[in-house]
């Protein structure tokens, strides 16, 4: 059988101790490893402020905003409620 988004989800999931689907930061953490598994060209940027820092996702194309929605759903045990654009809080650059 292969290895489709659903067992990866599901794998990084259990990777992270006290993993909660409503804490953005666990979520961000999955995509972070989506990203480099999946050998996708969306990156993410971190920009310091004396505030603090914000992550900003910047997406290469839509089949890779797709792919990452659908993690995102995964991981949030299949609610629909929240996308990718309201796990980095609306940072999201489209370079497409």
Same mark, same amino acid.
């Not at 804490?23 to 993410?44: D, G, H, M, P, Q």
């Not at 890779?64 to 996308?83: G, M, T």
């Given at each position: 059988? @292969?290895?489709?988004?659903? #067992? ?5 999931? @259990? +990777?992270?101790?006290?993993? #909660? ?6 979520? +961000?953490?999955?995509? %972070? ?21 914000? %992550? ?19 991981? %949030?045990?299949?609610?629909? #409620?929240?996308?990718?654009? @309201?796990?980095?809080? @609306?940072?999201?650059? %489209? #370079?497409?």
């Amino acid at each position: 059988m @292969g290895y489709n988004l659903i #067992d990866f989800a599901n794998e990084e999931k @259990g +990777k992270i101790n006290n993993f #909660d689907s409503n804490n953005t930061e666990c979520i +961000k953490k999955i995509i %972070r490893k989506a990203i480099v598994f999946y050998a996708l060209k969306s990156y993410e940027e971190v920009e310091k402020h004396h505030l603090g820092s914000i %992550r900003i996702l910047h997406i290469h194309s839509i089949v890779e905003e797709n792919l990452l929605s659908k993690i995102v759903y995964e991981l %949030r045990n299949s609610q629909q #409620d929240l996308n990718i654009e @309201g796990v980095y809080e @609306g940072y999201v650059i %489209r #370079d497409y």
